[in-house]
């Protein structure tokens, strides 16, 4: 017994030490394997592998004074739509690696986040103050900004302080938005000024004419009024401009969702101002929101 003993042993480890071997071999060669196939892929599965980073947003929360009871119900619904916001920004961030140009972010992804917190905290300032002092300076929390390494903030994580923020966009300094100022379809009505075509061939902006949809405008709220009105017009340029200048970047919904995507964003914010301005003084002017939405005139 005890000299056959070794001789098992013998057999057991070179058996052992034959699997092991040929397992290894088998894990040589699946690694090599999948090595090639990520190497086929390009540069899209590296990017995709390497994470595209997370977008980071000031936490609007935090920073609200006491909340009246009646207010309650629509400032949470608000703080609610900013984390699906986010979450949103992150989902986009990820599904359109490696497109556009170098700006593609900010102008497809940041750009337009910041113009829906923009409208959103701007509702949760007018919910509170419709029976409380309305909170001031909100705006300077729309602004977010691509952090290259975290993980996707969660709903409700929102970066507190407020630190990485940007002043606010012209116009909305102590502008009000109304409650529920939602996208809307467009309107009825003619193209306001500043909507020039061009000679590139890539269509221009339509959007309908909001001047002609105001009631009689009390002279108190004229100026301010007049001031929206510009900035309209300004906000069409723009995005005209950038029609042009993005020829050929994104896929086949950029110029929705880069270009006429925040610029209705930014139209709900500047109507929504007008009305505000207006119902200081007079009957609130209602449905200007559907005047928001344009259009690509080929």
Known sequence: MSRALPKYNKRR???????????????????????GESSEGGGADARTLAGPG????????????AIPASAQAEVDRNLAL?????????????????????????????????????ATVNRIATAIGRTADRPAGLDSLAACSLDAQGDPAAPGQEETGGTETS???????????????????????????????????????????????????PASAQAEVDRNLALLDQQIT????????????????????????????????????????????ADRPAGLDSLAACTLTK
């Open 13 to 35: 480890v070179g058996l052992v030490g034959g699997a092991a071997a040929v397992a290894l071999t088998g894990a040589v060669i699946a690694g090599t394997a999948l090595a």
């Open 82 to 118: 900013l984390d699906q916001q986010i979450t949103e920004a992150n989902k986009r961030l990820v599904d359109t690696v490696g497109q556009g140009g170098p700006n593609f972010v900010q102008n497809a992804i940041l750009g337009p986040l910041e113009d829906k917190r923009v």
């Open 54 to 65: 997370t977008v980071s947003c000031p936490d609007v929360a935090s920073q609200l004074p």
């Open 167 to 217: 002043a606010p966009p012209a116009g909305d300094v102590g502008g009000d938005a109304g409650a529920g100022g939602g996208d809307a379809g467009a309107g009825g009505g003619d193209a306001g000024a500043g909507q020039d075509g061009d000679a590139s061939g890539v269509g221009t902006i339509s959007c309908p004419d909001v001047a002609p949809q105001l009631p009689a405008i």
């Open 238 to 281: 723009e995005a005209n401009k950038r029609l042009v200048d993005t020829v050929g970047q994104g896929g086949p919904n950029f110029v929705q969702n880069a270009i006429l995507g925040p610029l209705e964003d930014k139209r709900v914010a500047t109507v929504n101002r007008i009305a505000t301005a207006i119902g200081r003084t």
